[in-house]
């Protein structure tokens, strides 16, 4: 079956530091790979996406690219921001299948 | 441990059939609970959430309820199914007692439910 293992938090980084929140997953067939965000006093919403095997997906300055050979999909971002606290979920779906999230990593920037 | 079941996995209704998803958590006590839904092409939607029996609050206007009539048990519902209901809906959890969202929220989510309406 489909599976995501997320990095375990917290998280807590200083202002302008370097970002990366760890993702694997075990998946049937070829799936797409999410990284969705909720931020505080929010539901989640979807940041970024990859289809297929060495596409990079990117937004807000997050950047994540899918490693078929690692079966990895990890989150980074060059600067971060105290705006960039809140929660951060790793997900796949394959063709047919429902979404498959991981947990859910807190990061918390301090200023 | 704490699980979430969320029934049935999928579902294909025709426009104006009632609707009604169910979802319960076991292994905790007083959580909050969501729908969420994903239509095709977007990223998730909460749709109601729950801090507490009979609680109920709705994030966006819509045709659809929701209630909770048990401390872990919370039901989706329509009267009448739109074509615009179909989509991925998720349920999900969190510990209680934040009133609500919080900065240090985490969800764990059922496996969700593909409706179609066609």
């Known amino acids: 079956g489909n599976s995501v293992t997320q990095m375990e938090g917290p998280v807590t980084l200083s202002e302008e530091a370097f970002l990366t929140i760890n993702c694997t997953y075990t998946?049937?067939?070829?799936?797409?790979l999410f990284w969705y965000v909720q931020y505080p006093g929010e539901g989640l919403q979807l940041l970024l996406k990859?289809?297929?095997?060495?596409d990079k997906g990117s937004n807000k300055g997050f950047e994540a690219t899918y490693r078929k050979e690692t079966t990895s999909f990890h989150l980074e971002k060059g600067s971060v921001q105290v705006s960039d606290s809140a929660v951060y979920f790793c997900?796949?779906?394959?063709?047919?299948?429902?979404?498959?999230f991981g947990e859910g990593t807190q990061l918390t920037v301090n200023p | 441990s704490q699980t979430i079941h969320q029934w049935p996995a999928t579902l294909v209704q025709p426009v104006g059939s009632p609707l009604s998803l169910e979802c319960t958590v076991e292994?905790?006590?007083?959580?909050?609970l969501y729908w969420y839904r994903q239509a095709a092409g977007r990223g998730l939607q909460l749709l109601f959430y729950s801090v507490g029996i009979g609680q109920i609050s709705s994030e966006v206007p819509q045709n659809l309820s929701a209630s909770r009539p048990q401390d872990r048990q919370f039901i989706l519902s329509s009267k009448k199914l739109l074509l615009s209901d179909s989509g991925f809906y998720l349920c999900a959890w969190s510990p209680g007692g934040q009133g609500g969202f919080g900065a240090n929220e985490k969800l764990f989510f059922g496996s969700g439910t593909q409706l179609s309406v066609l």
């Open positions: 998946a049937t067939g070829y799936p797409s």
């Open positions: 990859a289809t297929k095997a060495d």
């Open positions: 292994g905790t006590s007083n959580p909050n």
């Open positions: 997900a796949l779906k394959t063709s047919g299948s429902r979404l498959t």
